[in-house]
């Protein structure tokens, strides 16, 4: 759910500074909810009403939700066997969890080996450009010298953003994690805010 290179975002949540996220709303839900509007006559929710009332967010408020975390950093053997049922073959598959992709990579992880957790408090949907310098600060930047530099893992060099404010440097870190330049696109999100449970 956190991108870890090169801003340590995960880190960042660890550490109870980052408690919120954003996620671009697929252009599939805005589909669906033009076709709600183009359907219902005198159709009154708005676009953040209909999505979150008809579950198209991928969190819902109150969800526990695992921190992806590599299986190196969490302190397990490499030799720890992991046994994974496979549904589709009907049998289970044991494997030294070194061996296993999760050992290197977070996306491979298995939920159930996860020590931390989030719990969502709220989902709204906003445009980008619309959020606050408070929200700003709940994505977890950090001013260190004050129009110049900021960062979202202290002691990390690539975590380093230089910008002339707070807005500056959270459009560096969007556009960073992106890889686009999506804040002047100015996408409809899902802002999920969350605190950390353990």
């Known amino acids: 759910m956190f991108n870890d290179e090169p801003y340590g975002l995960t880190d960042s949540v660890l ?101 931390k957790h989030i719990k969502v408090l709220g989902v709204k949907v906003e445009k980008l450009q619309d959020i606050s310098n408070d929200d700003i600060s709940a994505e977890g930047i950090i001013e260190i010298v004050p129009g110049r530099i900021y960062t979202t893992a202290p002691g990390k060099e690539s975590a380093t953003i230089r910008a002339r404010n707070l807005r500056g440097a959270y459009i560096n870190l969007i556009d960073g994690v992106s890889k686009k330049r999506i804040f002047r696109k100015n996408p409809y999100v899902y802002v999920f805010i969350f605190e950390l449970i353990d």
């Open 15 to 115: 550490r109870g500074v980052k408690t919120h996220t954003r996620r671009i709303v697929p252009d599939s839900h805005i589909e669906a909810y033009e076709k709600y509007k183009a359907s219902t006559p005198g159709a009154c929710l708005s676009i953040g009403e209909f999505l979150i009332k008809r579950g198209y967010a991928r969190y819902g408020v109150g969800e526990i939700v695992a921190i992806a975390q590599r299986y190196m950093d969490l302190g397990l053997s490499p030799s720890f066997i992991h046994t994974k049922k496979d549904h589709s073959k009907k049998n289970k598959e044991s494997r030294p969890i070194g061996e296993l992709p999760g050992w290197t990579n977070k996306m491979f992880v298995a939920a159930e080996f996860m020590p």
